[in-house]
């Protein structure tokens, strides 16, 4: 009974630390400041990244924060990744459709990094998912996906 004791404490002690959780400024942004980042990313978005990040530990953290927010807020857009025709996917254009494909979520995570001062990139490749042969005959950049 000891043992299952300590295990049991071990691992109440440990979850916060694995945890995947969504951090709760996420949900509790304002709702006339969601509304300004998508009818004017410009002006809104700096707004948001101060929000989400306001007393958020360090880089990964915010990192973690800015993910959950794109995820939740910003859908993948099936629709243009299986016709073929990707439009534009600057942060401005997806904030103001809610939608993208990689590349609009890679250029919105750098847009909400570089106003909270992170450093980060978008690597382009190729992925290997649906459609696709587990060979990877046919390979499509990420951007134009």
């Known amino acids: 009974m000891k043992k299952f004791t300590v295990a049991l404490l071990v691992l109440i002690l440990a979850a916060p630390l694995f945890s995947a959780s969504m951090d709760s400024r996420v ?13 004017s990313p410009k002006k ?20 973690k924060i800015f993910h959950d927010w794109i995820c939740d807020n910003i859908a993948y857009d099936a629709d243009m990744y299986f016709s073929g025709r990707v439009s534009k996917q600057d ?16 250029s919105l995570m750098n847009e909400m ?7 980060s990139i978008g690597i382009h490749g190729y992925s290997k998912g649906f459609g696709r042969d587990l060979h990877c005959r046919r390979r499509r950049p ?3 996906i």
């Open 44 to 63: 809104g978005l700096p707004t948001l990244v101060k929000i989400l990040t306001e007393k958020a530990g360090g880089t990964q953290a915010k990192v």
């Open 91 to 106: 942060y401005e254009s997806v904030l103001k459709k809610k939608k993208a494909v990689c590349s609009g979520y890679s």
């Open 113 to 119: 990094c570089r106003l909270a001062g992170i450093e």
């Open 27 to 39: 949900r509790s942004v304002p709702k006339d400041t969601l509304e300004l980042v998508t009818k």
């Open 142 to 144: 990420l951007e134009c």
